[in-house]
């Protein structure tokens, strides 16, 4: 299995966006926020990852996975591991806080755990927020 990058609006990747909980305008042409993103999309265009780097308002200095979804049947702790080594070897060293992602309120993030990630507090509305560090 491997991702393939692709553009933040790339109509392949619209329906999966679409069914997953973090979207906020499903059907809309774009499931991007404005700033830097990483889009891949796996060749049998069943899962989705994006990674994003724009201005926050949080107070961290990290990159953010905002959308992962696995539809398929390859682990989905394996591709977060891929997902995360693609985007180092196109964007480089991570920022001082490294990556982090909010989890859904009633999903756990197994398959971030499972790829090192940790808990590191919760948003204001409640997401479980996961980090890996830079190092």
């Not at 394996?78 to 180092?88: F, S």
Request: proline share 3%.
């Amino acid at each position: 299995m491997s991702w393939n990058l692709i553009n933040k609006g790339d109509k392949r990747a619209l329906a999966l966006a679409d069914r997953h909980y973090t979207r906020q305008k499903p059907g809309s042409n774009q499931f991007c926020r404005p700033g830097k993103n990483l889009v891949l999309l796996t060749e049998d265009e069943k899962a989705l990852w994006v990674t994003w780097h724009g201005i926050r308002d949080d107070g961290w200095d990290a990159w953010e996975c905002t959308l992962f979804g696995n539809e398929g049947d390859y682990l989905s702790s394996h591709l977060v591991v891929m997902a995360l080594g693609i985007t180092r070897h196109l964007w480089g060293e991570p920022p001082k806080d490294g990556i982090i992602t909010y989890v859904g309120k009633r999903l756990r993030g197994g398959c971030f755990h499972a790829a090192g990630f940790h808990k590191a507090g919760y948003s204001k509305k409640g997401k479980l927020l996961l980090q890996l560090h830079a190092d």
